[in-house]
């Protein structure tokens, strides 16, 4: 009976969820039909997938106008229509005009617009109401994570049917009906049962409903592991400041997210916060610690930027990190807390972040194109504000001319890059720069890839005091082993190595690399090179180190003879004097 009552709950609230949010149930059912005709037919092009996409999107949107006619207690049918026809309009647009390919920009700008608009979702039914935001968010949470489970152990049961009647009762079962399966729990199933359990708007929810087992892993599990991290944070950052010898890529992505998951424990003990004096200090004093990493965190974004120039990736990073940091403040000095600005807040971001001027592609272009001029302009290659005959490019600023070159061409336009002429293609660099783009012209660039010989398994490692393994380095920027920290820029190629908290040896792998092209111009001919051809060894005053090399792959320009490394796998072996 138990059984049968639970099953009649499930259905009851999937007819709750329908009789209440139609539209958005019809919108997911569209979707889940799109996708199957896609993965049916194998479209050509990618009309289908736009079309996906777009009913995709409006499924947040209908929950928005939704929520918004709810909060207005608005009954009226024709104003209902005119909001629904709004949105419907809007989707078309949208296709039309935002949704010409499925590009960075595209992809990007529609996760931007999707995030703001399932926040909205979220905060739409609170706004100019003061109490029990932060229980009903967390109300929202707990139904969606129960939705997960759910949604995890039905499709683990229907998969387990159909593998049992495809292998027991002989009935060919095809891989798609799994994939179409999938669809049906995430489109139909779970998107019902979840919408079933969103509160309506006069629903009281107190802090007595908060849930004990979101409680004990806020305050006994993710807590006391985020002061640990915190205090590791700021060990590390200790040994920045006292050496002042910045790492290479990893400090953005230590604080980041970091900071981003601080800011979401911090809004969900809010409701608790006066009942568990852990939770209160926390509350207090978290955000105040927090605030020197993230100028920590700024400048070490700032040095790259200011190497490398703006891209999307690094916008993203600054501007979200940018929003955590007047998070921060908000909780530092915010007398009486409204949490509601937390959502509000990011999706304004995340808005502003794909429109406009101050978009991520505006500034990002902006960036590109001033790195760009100031190149140039070094070179005498502007005069009038016009693009002169090409001189003698070092080939530091032949790479960087080509790595820009590249990004406007595969990110957006070559069209938006200033001096070009018109209808500029990335087989023009020769004629126009005087040096060909590796990576643009096959006629001109030859990949390379050369081995250590398997036979040659033994490494000598006499005379060393470290042996590192450094492969995969292009995941792992770093390793830090004892008083040794070794990292590698995976930009410059470079392997930097500090002792002690001081720098003592920093070297470039490129002419390495170059001078075993040089000596094997078809590496495809070579079935793997003896370990001595695949050992670097240097020294100075202060170090020696052995380079091993297992694997080597990239790109040869066949005019200028210039490397470029793709990938790269190493032992380091290092002696300290």
Not at 206 to 234: A, G, Q
Not at 323 to 330: D, S
Not at 403 to 430: A, E, G
Request: proline fraction near 3%; glycine fraction near 4%.
């Amino acid at each position: 009976m138990k059984l049968i009552k639970s099953i009649g709950n499930i259905f009851t609230r999937l007819y709750l969820s329908l009789k209440r949010f139609p539209l958005t149930v019809l919108l997911s059912a569209s979707t889940y039909a799109v996708l199957i005709t896609i993965s049916e037919i194998n479209p050509k092009d990618d009309t289908l997938s736009k079309i996906a996409l777009v009913l995709a999107l409006g499924i947040p949107l209908s929950l928005c106008i939704k929520l918004t006619f709810e909060k207005m207690g608005e009954g009226n049918a024709y104003r209902i229509a005119i909001g629904y026809f709004s949105g419907g309009l809007i989707l078309i647009l949208y296709y039309f005009f935002l949704l010409k390919n499925l590009g960075m920009v595209t992809t990007t700008r529609y996760t931007a617009v999707s995030l703001a608009l399932y926040l909205g979702f979220i905060f739409i039914p609170y706004i100019l109401r003061k109490e029990q935001f932060e229980m009903y968010v967390i109300t929202i949470f707990t139904g969606f994570f129960i939705t997960v489970i759910y949604s995890i152990v039905l499709f683990s049961g229907l998969s387990a049917i159909l593998f049992t009647i495809d292998k027991l009762l002989g009935i060919i079962i095809r891989g798609e009906i799994y994939y179409y399966t999938l669809l049906f729990v995430v489109f139909i199933f779970a998107l019902s049962y979840f919408l079933a359990g969103i509160p309506h708007k006069d629903q009281e929810i107190t802090s007595k409903s908060y849930p004990k087992l979101l409680r004990i892993l806020i305050l006994y599990i993710v807590m006391p592991l985020l002061t640990v991290y915190t205090m590791i944070l700021y060990i590390y950052f200790g040994k920045i400041i006292l050496t002042w010898s910045w790492p290479m890529g990893i400090v953005s992505n230590l604080v980041l997210w970091y900071s981003v998951i601080v800011t979401s424990i911090l809004f969900f003990i809010t409701p608790i916060r006066e009942e568990v004096s852990f939770a209160n200090k926390f509350l207090k004093y978290a955000p105040k610690i927090i605030l020197p990493l993230l100028i920590m965190m700024f400048i070490s974004i700032g040095i790259r930027i200011n190497a490398y120039g703006v891209t999307e990736k690094r916008y993203f990073v600054v501007i979200l990190a940018l929003w955590v940091f007047f998070i921060m403040l908000y909780f530092c000095f915010s007398k009486k807390l409204r949490n509601i600005i937390i959502p509000v807040t990011l999706s304004i971001i995340a808005l502003i972040s794909v429109f406009g001027p101050l978009s991520s592609y505006s500034i990002s272009k902006m960036s590109q194109n001033n790195r760009l001029q100031k190149i140039l302009v070094k070179n005498n290659m502007i005069k009038n504000d016009k693009l002169q005959s090409f001189t003698k490019f070092s080939i530091k600023d032949r790479e960087e001319v080509s790595s820009i070159l590249r990004y406007f061409n595969n990110n957006h336009d070559l069209s938006d890059v200033k001096y070009l002429p018109v209808n500029f293609k990335l087989d023009d660099t020769n004629k126009v720069f005087g040096f060909s783009d590796t990576q643009s012209n096959s006629s001109t660039s030859k990949s390379f890839n050369f081995m250590r010989k398997l036979s040659d398994k033994n490494i000598d490692i006499k005379g060393y005091d470290y042996l590192i393994d450094m492969k995969n380095i292009n995941i792992a920027q770093s390793i830090s082993n004892s008083d040794l920290d070794v990292s590698y820029d995976y930009e410059s190629k470079t392997i930097k190595i500090n002792y002690g908290n001081k720098e003592v040896y920093r070297k470039s792998l490129n002419s390495f690399v170059k001078t075993l092209a040089d000596k094997y111009t078809d590496s495809s001919k070579v079935d793997g090179l003896p370990i001595e051809e695949m050992t670097f060894v240097d020294e100075n005053k202060k170090i020696k180190v052995k380079i091993v090399f297992i694997n080597i792959s990239g790109n040869r320009n066949q005019e200028t003879q210039n490397v470029d490394i793709n990938d790269i796998d190493l032992y380091l072996l290092v002696k300290v004097k």
